[in-house]
Structures are given as structure tokens and as C-alpha cells.
């Protein structure tokens, strides 16, 4: 499985954000919940049409943009 297979944009879909194929559920909604701890399982109980695999994918995705573009932190401290 890649993230290809499950990821899509569509312009007429999400005003062709990312989202699970076949759903309306935009990455980014998947990665936020991620990132804000809750875990895969709270994720799927609270959206019933995604699969583990798709929550693979998102994480996929956010990895291949992370290696494809630099971003400047800035000072950190």
C-alpha cells in the first residue's frame, strides 16, 4: 500500500485539499488529530469510514511534503 492508492485531490472535492479517497475527510483533519494525541483507534471511532490503512497514508503523505520542501524554523529558543 502507498499513499498514492488512498490519498486524492479532486477540485470539486474539499476545494481540492487532500483527502482519504472515496471520503471527505482531509488529511490534514487525520495529521491534527495526530498531532494533538489522540490515538488511531480514537481517530477511527470518531470518523467510522477510514481504516487503519488510511491513517497510515495520511502519515505517509505528511512525510513525502516533509522531505519535499524545506521550511525555515527560525530560532528556536
Known amino acids: 500500500m502507498t499513499w498514492r492508492q488512498r ?13 482519504i479517497r472515496g471520503t471527505r ?21 470518531s470518523y467510522p469510514t477510514l481504516t487503519p490503512d488510511d491513517i497510515r497514508a495520511a502519515t505517509a503523505y505528511a512525510a513525502e511534503l516533509a522531505r519535499e520542501r524545506v521550511i525555515g524554523l527560525g530560532d528556536a529558543g
Open 7 to 19: 490519498i486524492a485531490t479532486d477540485p470539486n472535492t474539499c476545494h481540492g485539499r487532500a483527502c
Open 25 to 45: 475527510i482531509p488529511v490534514s483533519v487525520i495529521l491534527d488529530n495526530l498531532a494533538a494525541g489522540l490515538s488511531a483507534e480514537e481517530i477511527l471511532a
